[in-house]
């Protein structure tokens, strides 16, 4: 899959002046090279399902992390952060009616009407964003030789593409969210 000669061969074009006086050669970003898209094999696919079976990704991965550490279960995720988001959301908008003179039965009925809609929401952004990102790693692993790690995903020139646009992404609402009221600030 790799040609070595090939890149000895570039190696050395790399070194072969001094680019600047006193500089011996110039280091260039090496990426992982990248062939054709492939089907994994069956040790893979078991290592992908037990991947999206996973409450959570890996909390703190290094750059030795094998790639299926880093899936989860988006239906798992979902639950982790759905619950405590409508816990907070139905005790706010309880206590938001309550404060605001509305009797308790009102308030109650409006805190779980605050709990299913923050949560629900919370609930389905998760999943969605968890869901994309198995994707894109299922996908990575397909171009990508057997055994690939969190290093050698991170190498891949279209996920470093994607993270230097990461603030125009639709995965980053926040960041939308920012940019939209900074340009309504300007105007």
Known sequence: MFDVELMKKA??????????????????????????????????????????????????????????????????????WGLPAATLGGLATAGYASQAGLGNPVAGGLGALGALGIGGLTALITAKMQNASNEDVEELMRRLPPGATRRDLMSDPVYQADMNRGFQSPRNPSAELAMALGRTAAE
Do not use: C, N
Request: aromatic share 8%; glycine share 10%.
């Open 11 to 80: 190696q050395e074009a790399v070194g072969a002046g001094a680019p600047y006086p006193g500089v011996g050669q110039l280091a260039v970003q090496s990426f992982m090279p990248t062939g054709g898209r492939r089907e994994l094999s069956q040790p893979e696919r078991d290592l992908v399902d037990k991947g999206k079976s996973r409450w959570m990704p890996r909390i703190f991965p290094s750059y030795a992390t094998p790639a299926h550490e880093l899936m989860a279960s988006p239906l798992k995720q979902s639950l982790l």
